[in-house]
């Protein structure tokens, strides 16, 4: 099975191997990633995950908030895979992995796609109301920020430190992708991640 977030101008997925449902989440999650939540209708979504849209109907009866809160958690997952991986090596490896996964999203894309948890974050939501995928998207950052905060308390950061500097790498990088598509260029994260990187040695003692 072959599973890509984003690449070139579509997803690619094998539809020989790959169920309907988990299609149909990846192409939200791309879609989501280029055009924003407003734009991702479940027609489009359908035929940008190119599943019967029957299928996606069938799947995710409740509307497109559906399959964006799959597509949100779907990201956030694979990032905190990631993360999980290269954090017992340290806080800087995590966070080479993380920037080093939005790096390539971006140039893999050639700066169409970008984060699909901050598309859904930055949407207006309705009044007196959290929809179901802007609280998937509180969680993931959450998600993100708690490993990271975890892995610099390990290797000796003050606790509140700790979670002043999670929350930063989350929001720096999260804001450098956006400057990356906007700029059509990788100056932003590449800055970003020489700060961050001395911040983390600081707070560790490197």
Known sequence: MTIVIAEGRGVRVSRSSTPSRERIVVGAADMISRRGLSATSIRETAKHAQAPLGSTYHCFPEGKQQPASEAVRHTGDRMARSLRKELGAGPAAGLDAFLALWWEIVV??????????????????PADEVPPALAAAAEVFELWEGLLADSLRAHGAEAGRAAQIATLVVAAVEGAVAMCRAKRGTDPLDRTAARLRALIADAIGD
Not at 117 to 124: H, I, N, P
């Open 108 to 125: 893999d894309t050639d700066f169409h796609a970008g984060c699909p948890v901050l598309a859904v974050a930055v949407e207006e939501p």
